[in-house]
């Protein structure tokens, strides 16, 4: 299988830890996403190590017994160890405190600790099989003090440190999930849930199993995903992963139905909002996307896999000493671990590779919906496009447009959340809500200038493609941005100007601006009046657009003296009311240019009468700088010719 075959890899810098064996203990922390090496039982030494750790934690505890579980606090302040079923030991790593261990033991009597949780800082919730224990650690004091507790049987438990949610399994089968919220030094209950299991021969007694669930947000919201084994309909055998939707509010509700038409062991994990399943047997994992358009029942979405099943790209390990390296294709995933990944001594992230995808999901339309949904898009994106404008790939207008169209609704809503937060700011609502948070631009938001500079601008370069074409696709860009209600900018109608300029298509640019399908601009009245030489129509409908833009009218003027239309610069600027505070050096020197003097003559005269109705004085103020022109008057008609004061 070729490296282009391969959509899901493992990072290039994994965590490498000593392998477990009778003296070394392996723990790994979902929270703080930590491995943790213990030798004889601390005596030894503890290395810690993570995926962002430049400089490992090292350390040595007493040797006080078996170490079931062990993690520090967020921010790494306090160390927690699990020795007994009955306490939990700390340790303080903060400056200037004591690093003597204190002990908590569990308050509900004849209770034993399952494990424990940290949810900030300073705070850790104890699970046992008899319910849970909230408590605030005081480092200073070295002690805890509970804050809340809450009886309940409990099988087993898990926690999504994304969300600070813990999920309880109660009653015989185990299916009854209990969920708990902890924040800011709050517990608070949500309701619980029933997970519905799969028919079992009635030889055997079904239950739900910790292995077959994982908790994981995905889009922003959290999920329990359930691994079915059989499926509950008797037409199909092939397991299935359940997602059901954990809100903060209301009941949770099972929103989701993962197909994968096969059956074996599986293991799961969560990248960049995708759920990822690995098959064992065949060591290949497919991916499926919840926020592509699956099969609805009028309950549930059921969804099948994005992309044919593929192994994860194999990883070469260097061994020491000789050089030698073996591929790593397969991975164990460890317990209620939804990002990672351990296999041997190493622990990875796991990524998704989206330039291999481009060519495994040939429908443009889906590929656009998945492509936008992925945190490092924007370059793989616009190679799409430009991929799909190409002589060999070329795709059809039809497809063209929908994936403009798709591009242009991320950057409309972008826009209009950036209104939205600008309105906000302006009514003075940031001060009041402190909530209120500038809008993300994610890699999903591509601009027009994203658009012309990596795909447009080199299309039309290219000489062996269609003009028509290339002239058909640009009007496309431009009439999505409109239906999406975007004001396009003026290099986009420079670029259809130009390329129909260049095919000597004049009567289809006459349509165009006539019909005002590129949209009124001073940059492209300007590129019209340019334009004269090769379209004497130019100069007029680059006129007509300027007066259309109200606020244009100096540039007008100057296009008209620029083009020596003196007389028609002076009309105009009469029509609208403004003669009365134009410069008259200014029309008096285009007038001079031209080498008409009947013209100098006739814009002298109105210029003189101005100055008689404005002031009682046909001359010139010495701030108007216009002797040189009274002079070259006097030279031309002679002094007997200037305008005399009128006396009443």
């Known amino acids: 299988m070729g490296e282009e075959d391969y959509y899901l890899e493992l990072c290039e810098r994994p965590v490498q830890f000593e392998k477990a064996n009778p003296v070394n203990c392996v723990f790994f922390d979902e929270a703080n996403k930590q491995v943790f090496a213990v030798r004889s039982g601390g005596a030894t030494g503890v290395v810690v190590k993570g995926p962002d750790d430049r400089n490992p934690i090292s350390f040595r505890m007493d040797d006080k017994g078996e170490v079931k579980c062990i993690k520090f606090s967020l921010e790494n302040k306090i160390l927690a160890v699990q020795r007994t079923s009955k306490t939990v030991d700390f340790c303080n790593f903060i400056p200037d405190n004591s690093q003597l261990e204190y002990t908590q033991e569990c308050k509900t009597k004849n209770a034993n600790i399952l494990g424990f949780c940290w949810t900030s800082s300073t705070e850790i919730v104890f699970i046992t099989d008899q319910g ?209 990944m351990i296999f041997g001594s190493y622990l990875w992230n796991l990524q998704v590779k989206l330039e291999p995808i481009v060519n495994l999901l040939p429908d443009k339309g889906r590929l656009m919906d998945f492509l936008l949904q992925r945190k490092e898009c924007k370059m793989v994106i616009l190679s799409v496009c430009s991929q799909m404008l190409s002589e060999s790939d070329r795709a059809s207008l039809p497809v063209i447009a929908t994936v403009f169209d798709k591009l242009n609704h991320e950057y409309k809503k972008y826009l209009d959340a950036e209104q939205s937060y600008a309105m906000a700011v302006e009514a003075g609502q940031s001060r009041s809500s402190p909530l209120l948070k500038r809008p993300v631009r994610t890699q999903a938001v591509l601009d027009q200038s994203d658009v012309y500079t990596h795909v447009l601008s080199a299309f039309v370069e290219k000489k062996e493609m269609p003009h028509k074409f290339v002239i058909a696709v640009l009007m496309e860009y431009i009439r999505s941005l409109n239906q999406f209600q975007i004001a396009v900018q003026h290099y986009l109608h ?83 009311g403004g003669h009365d505070n134009i410069s008259a050096r200014k029309f008096l020197d285009a007038a001079k240019q031209t080498e008409d003097n009947m013209l100098f003559y006739t814009i002298f005269r109105f210029f003189e009468q101005r100055n008689q109705r404005l002031r009682g004085s046909p001359n010139f103020t010495p701030g108007e700088h216009c002797e040189e022109h009274v002079a070259f008057f006097k030279q031309i008609f002679g002094d007997q010719a200037l305008m005399r004061p009128t006396t009443f």
């Open 132 to 340: 849970i224990e909230f408590y605030q650690v005081l480092p200073e004091k070295r002690s805890l003090k509970l804050l809340k507790s809450h009886n309940l049987n409990v099988n087993w438990y898990m926690y999504c440190p994304e969300s600070a949610v813990i999920l309880l399994s109660t009653t015989v089968l185990e299916n009854v999930l209990q969920p708990f919220h902890f924040r800011a030094g709050t517990m608070s209950k949500l309701p619980k849930f029933e997970i519905e299991l799969p028919a079992a021969p009635k030889s055997t007694k079904p239950s739900l199993s910790e292995r077959d669930i994982a908790m994981a947000t995905v889009y922003g919201q959290l999920y329990v995903l359930f691994l079915r084994h059989h499926s509950r309909t008797s037409n199909s055998t092939g397991a299935e992963v359940v997602l059901y939707h954990l809100p903060r509010e209301g009941a949770c509700k099972k929103m989701h139905i993962l197909k994968l038409n096969r059956t074996g062991k599986f293991a799961l994990n969560v990248v960049d909002n995708l759920v990822v399943v690995h098959h064992q047997d065949t060591e290949t994992s497919v991916i499926f996307d919840i926020k592509l358009r699956g099969e609805f029942d009028g309950s549930v979405t059921f969804h099948h896999p994005v992309l044919p099943a593929r192994s994860i790209q194999p990883y070469q390990i260097p061994i020491a000493g000789n050089g030698f390296c073996r591929g790593v294709s397969a991975a164990v995933l460890p317990r209620g671990c939804v990002l990672t």
């Open 494 to 576: 420079e670029l259809v100007i130009k390329t129909l300029v260049q095919h000597n298509l004049f009567y289809m640019l006459h349509q165009f601006l006539q019909y005002h399908v590129l949209s009124d601009s001073k940059p492209l009245a300007c590129l019209l009046l340019s334009l004269e030489s090769f379209y004497p129509p130019a100069h007029q409908l680059s006129l007509d657009m300027l007066k259309r833009l109200s606020t244009a009218n100096d540039e007008i003027v100057e296009v008209l003296l620029s083009k020596h239309q003196v007389l028609a610069a002076l009309r105009f600027i009469r029509g609208i």
